[in-house]
């Protein structure tokens, strides 16, 4: 699989990390596109869990300020040293090899981007004190849902349930795509 020719020049690179390390499970180009425009609004540090190759942290780098860091954490250390690959000379970010848990010192965050199959211990809770006042927090990989309570493979989807009615955050759900939305939730 290629990049399309209209993405960004670091996240043709991030695709072609992925496509050496056989690594295929990323953001879609049209969350990519929602991260990098609200990447653009903030400054300070911005960071993401669950890195995979970086198509997700090329996608945010496209769209940062000069000045903001990226710092992003994966699990897997073969992909967070394929991701490490795309930014070897790049000072606004850092990758690394480690649990999500490990960036609670490095934080708060401007944005969070958030890989909804983090274990649930990275939930409402664990995740509300590493934003700052203002802060968001982008989960992607939902399918659309029509109806409440929201309904993921014939149960409730409580990920999604618990971040839409959390009181200390303006949540929505925004479709990227026909079949795929993401939820973006503002710290009040």
């Known amino acids: 699989m290629s990049a399309p020719p209209e993405v960004p020049a670091i996240v043709a690179r991030a695709f072609a990390v992925s496509r050496r390390a056989g690594y295929v499970s990323f953001c879609r180009n049209e969350t990519g596109r929602l991260l990098a425009t609200l990447a653009a609004t903030r400054g300070g540090t911005m960071a993401e869990f669950g890195t995979g190759c970086g198509v997700g942290t090329a996608w945010l780098r496209s769209g940062v300020r000069k000045g903001t860091q990226i710092v992003s954490a994966e699990l897997d250390a073969a992909l967070a040293t394929a991701a490490q690959e795309i930014f070897t000379d790049d000072p606004q970010v850092e990758v690394l090899a480690a649990d999500w848990s490990t ?4 934080g708060p965050y401007s944005l969070l981007f958030l890989d909804p199959s983090v274990p649930q211990d990275a939930g409402v809770e664990a995740v509300v004190d590493l934003v700052e006042p ?17 309904i993921t493979a014939g149960r409730v989807d409580m990920l999604r349930e618990n971040w839409l009615t959390d009181e200390r955050f303006a949540a929505v759900e925004v479709m990227v795509a026909p079949d795929a939305s993401a939820l973006i939730a503002t710290r009040r």
Do not use: Q, S, Y
């Not at 960036?103 to 490095?106: Q, T, V």
């Not at 203002?134 to 929201?150: K, Y």
């Open 103 to 106: 960036l609670r010192d490095k």
């Open 134 to 150: 203002g802060g968001i927090v982008v989960m992607d990989d939902f399918a659309p849902c029509e109806m409440w309570p929201p």
